[in-house]
């Protein structure tokens, strides 16, 4: 059987969550998060290591409320995203207080990870067909020794991914013909209200978004030699960002870069499942009411880790 591993990004502060830590907040009958149908989705699937990126502050609650139960189904590492994890000569600029965004998050996995594995974020919901397929796609097709890097994502239909709650950023995709990604675009503020949905570029411009369109939900899957590129990248990136203290070194923009210089190939999966998230306070409650939808239909037992 060949190994895949299961890496969860479960270091990001919540900024627009409000209350307490929004990865930990419970959503399911029995007190379940949303992480733990992730991991229940993905062990199904067949990875058969869970790695979660943490805060070094936080080890311990999240052991409490998280490790412990997930180290009984399935072998789990931590790994730990700091500002003050930087390259050889690189220090943390004056005024910097939040690390540097999701690739320096995934090499923090540097090490601990040497096989195929998928990337997803702690408060995503994504659903049991996203998990198979990227499963499928890393054991019986990559390519990990490719010199053009062989990874795969998770394509949600964008109208699955929305919040009654306010607005949302999303990667919006291009793809080519053959199915593989040709660009990942970040839009903001996109809102659907009524039939209509609006969003703007970076710079605020309005653009034009479908409600069919593929989008990235950062669940990727990735070779394990990924990790050698995504190292050499964050210097570059940090040479760039010098004298910005909010710049974020971005899982998705690296990897569309890559694209872009033809040094990545991104098969994009399409998946038809719903898409939760709590990126609002008034989300939780919608995300509950889902939960127990799916508990209903049978799609979960009731108590996920002891029904």
Sequence with gaps: MKNTTLVIMAAGLGSRFGTGIKQLEPVGPNGEIIMDYSIHDGLEAGFNKVVFIIRKDLEAVFKQKVGRRVEDVTKVEYAYQELLALPEGYKVPEGRTKPWGTGQAVLSIKGLVHEPFVVINAD????????????????????????????????????????????????????????????????????????????????????????????????????????????????????????????????????????????????????????FGVTYQEDKAAVAAAIQGLVEKGVYKENLYNG
């Design 124 to 275: 995503d919901y994504y659903g049991k067909e996203a998990f198979r397929k990227i499963h499928d796609y890393m054991v019986q097709e990559m390519d990990t020794e490719a010199k053009v890097y062989d990874i795969c994502m998770a394509g949600f239909i964008l109208s699955n991914t929305l919040s009654e709650n306010g607005s949302v950023t999303r990667g919006v995709c291009r793809l080519n013909e053959d199915g593989t990604l040709n660009q990942v675009k970040e839009t903001y503020e996109i809102w659907q209200k009524g039939t209509e949905i609006s969003a703007c570029d970076e710079e605020g411009n309005p653009v034009l978004v479908r409600g069919d369109q593929q989008v990235s939900m950062n669940m990727w899957g990735l070779p394990p030699a990924f990790l050698d590129e995504l190292e050499r990248g964050f210097p570059v990136f940090l040479d760039n960002a010098a004298g910005n203290l909010k710049a974020e070194y971005l899982l998705p923009k690296f990897i569309d870069e890559l694209i872009q210089k033809n040094k990545a190939q991104v098969k994009v999966l399409e998946t038809r499942d719903k898409w």
